[in-house]
Each structure stands twice: as C-alpha cells, then as structure tokens.
C-alpha cells in the first residue's frame, strides 16, 4: 500500500491561512487519500524544516509570511518565476530534491481573467497600489499580460522606485499623494496593499477620475467586498475580488502534490468562505 500523500502549509503564524480548507475541499472532492495541514515554524528552524521534507514523507508545501523570501537559499532548484519575482510560495519534494517555484503572478491572472472576461490588458495602464512581494508578483503577471504601463503607487515612495527599477519596463511611480489623479487613464486598478482589510486601516481613495471601464480588482478577501469594491461597483466598474487569487494559485501546488489538476468553482468558494 503506497503511502499516504502529505503537504501543508508553512509559517510564523499561520493560523489564519485558509490553505488547508481549500486544498482539504479538493481532496475530499476528488477522493485523494491525503493530508494538507498548518505547520508553525519559527524562523530559525525553517532550513531544518526544509531539509527534514523527504525523511518526513511530505510531497511538498506552501510557504507563506515570513518564509517566501529565506526559502530562496535553501532549496536545490527555483523555477524562472520564483527566480524573478524573488520569492517562492509553493515546494515540490522530488526524489529528495527541492523545487520550488512561485504561483502567485499565475493566481493574481488566472482570478482576473475569470472575473473579468472582457478585460484586455493591452487596452490601457494599469495602476498598482502598493509595493511589496504581491504587488512585485503582480506587475510581473501584468508585464507578462501585455499591459503597456504600469504605475506604481506606495505610501513608501522609495520602496516603489525600488521594485520599478529591479522590474524595468514601462514602470512608472507616482506619490502616494496624487492617487486620485493618477486613475485618470486607468485600465485596471488593483489594490496589493492591506488597506481597507478587515483590522487595518481604510484604503482612503477618491475613484471620481477612474474611467467607467476600467476594471478594479482587490487582492483582500477578508472582507470579500471591500470598501474600495463596493465603491467601484457603485459607479459601474467590473469589479473583481481578492479570493480568485488565493484560490487560483493554489492550483498548480495541488496538481503535483496529489497529481490531479483541481478546478475553481463556486462551491469551492463557499467552502473556503465559510472556514474563515
């Protein structure tokens, strides 16, 4: 009898990840005889942690804050994504090798393609508030998309001239000041930032320039509807939600872990909803 199939989800915290509802979901659905489950580690242990995989039977895991950056040095083989984005969230254990790769450019388009069909990325800029790993993932999805200009606007001015300049391309940054002017010829804006989540602060945005057919898309899920989604919504705009993104992303972790390539559907959705 082979054994059972295991992987999980890894960081300090990680109570509140709701991986383990979502890939619990696929496997019961699909009938995989396996396990995904939270695993704490500190810092200071994650090389241990990574090195003892195989011996500890894990298929693989997905790594979260604070670990998406350290793992980078300490895995065998990172794929061209992880390589550019600079950090990896999602590890293959295969034949005692590390793989690891990044999967949230992959969730952020695939989430944004299926809430919104008629988006056309060429079609205009795009505007990206905030300037940490989601927002670097996500300007590499868009570039990689054929979205023409990308502004990049952050609280920090620095931390966005920054991930301009490692990204190159048509990257411009514009202050956190001019927020609202800068929706003017928007295509496409998406909030990367913690902003207007459920615990911390508002995201204070005027959309009174945004065009009626720029799309809004908002990487928070908790809540679903944020204020800045329901203000979008209000005037008109198509409007996309930040759980497409976590579930989107999970897909390809799943597929070589457990060996079936899993689908996103609306139960799905309710399911990882009501774990929360």
Request: proline share 7%; aromatic share 6%.
């Amino acid at each position: 009898m082979s054994a059972k199939l295991k992987a999980a989800v890894v960081g300090w915290p990680v109570a509140h990840s709701r991986s383990p509802a979502l890939h619990g979901y696929w496997l019961k659905t699909y009938g995989i005889d396996g396990s995904y489950e939270r695993v704490p580690v500190k810092p200071e242990d994650l090389e241990t942690f990574l090195r003892g995989l195989a011996a500890s039977g894990y298929a693989g895991v997905n790594l979260t804050v604070p670990h998406k950056e350290a793992a980078l040095k300490l895995v065998d083989e990172i794929s061209p994504e992880g390589q550019r984005i600079g950090a990896v969230n999602t590890i293959f254990v295969e034949k005692g090798r590390l793989k690891a790769t990044n999967t949230d450019g992959y969730g952020f388009i695939t989430s944004l393609k299926a809430g919104a069909p008629k988006f056309n990325p060429a079609a205009g800029p795009a505007v990206v508030l905030g300037a940490g790993g989601a927002a670097r993932a996500i300007c590499i999805a868009l570039q990689d998309a054929g979205v023409p200009d990308i502004v990049l606007i952050n609280r920090t001015a620095d931390r966005a001239g920054a991930l301009a300049k490692a990204l190159g391309g048509k990257i411009t940054v514009a202050s956190w000041n001019d927020r609202t002017t800068a929706l003017k010829a928007a295509n496409l804006l998406v909030n990367t930032t913690t902003l207007g989540m459920t615990g911390q602060d508002p995201l204070d945005i005027d959309l009174k320039h945004l065009p009626p057919e720029a799309t809004v898309n908002d990487i928070v899920y908790v809540p679903l509807e944020t204020p800045l989604l329901a203000a979008a919504r209000a005037r008109g705009n198509t409007v996309v939600d930040g759980l497409g993104m976590l579930l989107y992303q999970a897909q390809p972790g799943f597929e070589g872990w457990f060996g079936k390539r899993p689908e996103v559907t609306p139960e799905l959705r309710k399911a990882v909803l009501a774990a929360g």
